[in-house]
């Protein structure tokens, strides 16, 4: 049996280059590899209204938004199969059969549902007719890694390329096929995660330093940022703020200047616009030793910048002009992905056996017993 990937986005915002150095980069890769024998990448809208419901319309738009920043990354429709989560029922189907074998103290403990009830201010203990702020947390919301084992299972995934945030719902989906297969019988594929191999990619922070980069705090760098707001935003990046005088010992830790270049720049950017530094190592060591400026790093970021993102931004405007083309392509990838899941749910059903119709035996055996009697 070949390999299959499965993986995929919320359709919340437009991706940025967070996303780019922790995901796309390698799916197009992995892609570009021929090693697989299917590729599914799924907008999934019906996982970002667990916690959108009075939102839909944010939902809606940024389905075709991710699709533009998939489809100039280098995603090609002609090799992978782009689909949206909700054109595809089965998958509800499978996540209610799973449903049956997770506990609520199991999804309780779930790292990443427990710190989104917290960046979400959700909370479990609001009483009915509640009126301070507190927003309780939805039934929807607190199953969905069980809806995201429906996902990778429907389509045997093998191989999950998704970032370290994702790990405990990839180790939960495993659980569910271990548990499914020793009570129904050998039915599911067991997936494996697939972490970004270049640690700068784990988790790129915003330009602002913070942690991570989020549409709400103002701090991403967008794959469809127009080449003046790319230089403007790198301009304004956080770097040492103990490095006031270009003469001054500056820290590369932490930096996020730095951990950009970390994650996208090569030495062949250095031969091409930066010659006075062999590599990064020589450049982080002349700005330790003080002497060397912000703005001198920054431009190097901006070039190494424009060089990833201008193809991307070219892509994009081909596809802007050609909507009724990426939603045709959307289209048929949701048919494919649908048949694909559903021999899947035809293969639960008959693990299950609650395949009644096609079960001639069961039917012919309560037959012959009703007769007996
Ligand atoms: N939870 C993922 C995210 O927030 C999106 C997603 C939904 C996903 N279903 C998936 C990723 C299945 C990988 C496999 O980014």
Redesign the pocket.
């Known amino acids: 049996m070949g390999k299959i990937i499965?993986?995929?986005?919320?359709p919340t915002g437009r991706l940025h280059v967070g996303h780019y150095a922790g995901s796309l980069k390698r799916r197009v890769e992995l892609q570009n590899s021929g090693q697989f024998e299917k590729i599914f990448i799924?907008i999934?809208d019906a996982?970002a209204l667990t916690d959108n419901a009075d939102n839909p319309d944010k939902v809606r738009q940024n389905i075709i938004e991710v699709a533009l920043d998939y489809l100039s990354c280098g995603i090609d429709p002609k090799v992978s199969t782009i689909f949206i989560?909700s054109q595809v029922a089965e998958l509800c189907e499978l996540a209610f059969y799973y449903m049956n074998l997770v506990t609520v103290s199991r999804l309780q403990r779930n790292p990443t549902v427990k710190t989104e009830i917290k960046m979400r201010g959700f909370s479990d203990d609001v009483a009915e007719g509640d009126t301070t702020q507190k927003k309780g947390i939805p039934v929807g919301f607190f199953t969905?890694p069980i809806?995201?084992a429906a996902?990778?299972t429907a389509f045997r995934?093998t191989t999950?390329p998704?970032?370290e945030?994702?790990e405990p719902?990839i180790e939960q989906t495993r659980e569910i096929v271990h548990k499914f297969n020793s009570v129904y019988g050998e039915t599911l594929v067991e997936p494996q995660i697939m972490l970004p191999t270049n640690s700068a990619c784990l988790r790129l922070p915003g330009t602002d330093g913070k942690a991570k980069m989020s549409k709400s705090l103002g701090n991403c760098i967008y794959l469809s940022d127009s080449a003046e707001d790319v230089k403007k935003k790198v301009m304004s990046m956080y770097t040492d703020p103990d490095h006031l005088k270009v003469s001054d010992p500056g820290k590369v830790e932490g930096n996020t200047v730095f951990t950009y270049l970390d994650a996208f720049s090569t030495d062949e950017h250095f031969a091409k616009y930066c010659p006075d530094y062999e590599n990064l190592e020589a450049m982080k060591e002349h700005y330790r030793r003080g002497g060397l400026g912000d703005v001198k790093c920054k431009k190097l970021l901006i070039a190494v910048l424009e060089e990833l993102l201008q193809p991307i931004r070219e892509r994009r405007k081909h596809y802007e002009q050609h909507i009724e083309e990426v939603y045709d392509i959307l289209r048929r990838g949701s048919d494919e992905a649908r048949k694909a899941a559903a021999e899947t749910l035809n293969d639960v059903r008959n693990a299950m056996r609650i395949n009644y119709f096609e079960d001639k035996e069961l039917i012919a055996r309560q037959a012959a017993e009703y007769r007996k009697e």
């Open positions: 499965l993986t995929g986005d919320r799924m999934a996982q989560q969905y809806s995201q996902d990778i995934a999950v998704v970032g945030d994702q719902m």
